[in-house]
């Protein structure tokens, strides 16, 4: 069976940058706690007017297809993770699509959250396999920030989060050295409300109220132990699976990019791999937690660095809400 490969990969912050005094004039916070328990020191927020979350995908998708030497006519399907859609509806594929000179082509939106990119590329990865697509577009974009409760009260998810969109292009693999080898998808739905937004939901009589407005319930709420805990779990789970299911040694990783959930998870992951500071990718520190996008952004920034050769073996992890959680495993 054919695989498929990453042909292109971008990504786009945007322009504001956040540091954690900026973040500890707005709530009772400091810098050390930030670094010291999430490794952050700056993150990019958006512009409200400037920036949204197609603009930012658009930049990303761009940057993608230019170095995969390619026009966006020549993409098949796209498929867009986000939980921070710029509307409620339509999806924000669709959005995507009439940005660029795409074909009218089929647009999917994935709502995995911090798995969202994982869970998009292993789609994309089915539709090439069985030779129904050649090139796919697969997008992470994100605006959290307009999510965060900037108060004391939310102040362990707010200094987190944050904004940016990545994508990269895939297509066929010419190689056997080459291309995705599986991709592994996991969820655990007991643990929803450990990360989530609960409102604007369907289920009530009406959607917005000045009520519903007051309780900050569209907040982003999150417990951020209980996520730590299973984190840390289901990341080594999924990442040992996807190497077990290839019969391959943590040894042979030659770049781990994880979700950039918290670096102090990171590291934790990293030590039980074993593997030097130079096979792990983070970028959390100046880019903070953008959801569904760290992958893709922190792909295309150890891309630009020269991190990544061909023929390397690249492992990809995420956890988050849902609880989900999952990984790939790809030659580059
Ligand atoms: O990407 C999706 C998945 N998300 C994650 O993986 C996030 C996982 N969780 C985490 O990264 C961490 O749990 C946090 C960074 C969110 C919180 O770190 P923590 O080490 O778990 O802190 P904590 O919630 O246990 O709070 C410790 C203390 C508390 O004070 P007391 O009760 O000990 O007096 C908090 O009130 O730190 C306090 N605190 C803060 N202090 C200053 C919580 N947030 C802040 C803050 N600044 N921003």
Redesign the pocket.
């Known amino acids: 069976m054919r695989k498929s490969r990453i042909l292109g990969v971008g990504h786009y912050v945007p322009s504001k940058v956040v540091t954690n005094d900026d973040l500890a004039e707005m709530?009772?916070?400091?810098h050390e706690?930030?670094v010291e328990?999430?490794g952050i020191q700056s993150r990019h927020w958006f512009t409200p007017g400037e920036d949204t979350v197609t603009s930012m995908a658009k930049e990303a998708t761009v940057m993608a297809l230019d170095r995969a030497g390619l026009e966006a006519h020549e993409i098949d399907f796209i498929v867009f993770a986000t939980i921070t859609p710029d509307y409620f509806i339509p999806g924000n594929g669709v959005l995507l699509q009439r940005e660029l000179n795409f074909g009218n082509i089929g647009a999917l939106d994935i709502r995995n959250?911090?798995s969202g990119f994982i869970y998009g590329l292993s789609v994309a990865d089915q539709f090439i396999k069985t030779g129904m697509y050649n090139k796919v577009l697969v997008v992470g974009a994100e605006i959290q920030s307009s999510a965060l409760d900037k108060s004391d009260e939310g102040?362990?998810?707010?200094?987190?989060f944050a904004d940016g969109a990545g994508a990269v292009v895939l297509g066929a693999a010419e190689a056997d050295h080459q291309g995705i080898l599986s991709t592994h998808l996991h969820s655990e739905g007991a643990y929803a409300e450990e990360?989530y937004c609960k409102d604007p939901g369907s289920s009530r009589e009406t959607r917005l109220s000045p009520d519903l407005i007051n309780s900050g319930s569209f907040f982003l709420k999150?417990n951020?132990?209980a996520?730590?805990k299973h984190?840390v779990v289901r990341f080594m789970e999924v990442i040992e699976e996807a190497l077990s299911h290839n019969q391959l040694d943590k040894s042979a990783i030659d770049l781990l990019v994880p979700?950039q959930?918290?670096l102090?998870?990171s590291q934790y992951i990293q030590q039980k791999l074993e593997l030097p500071d130079d096979k792990v990718f983070n970028n959390i520190m100046d880019k903070g937690?953008t959801?569904a996008a760290t992958i893709p952004i922190a792909l295309s920034e150890a891309w630009e660095q020269g991190k990544i050769k061909e023929g390397d073996l690249v492992c990809l992890a995420a956890?988050?809400?849902g609880f989900t959680w999952a990984s790939a495993l790809l030659y580059w």
């Open positions: 709530m009772d916070t400091n706690w930030i328990r999430t959250a911090c102040r362990s998810s707010s200094v987190i990360l999150m951020g132990n996520v730590f984190a979700h959930a918290n102090r998870i937690n959801t956890f988050g809400s």
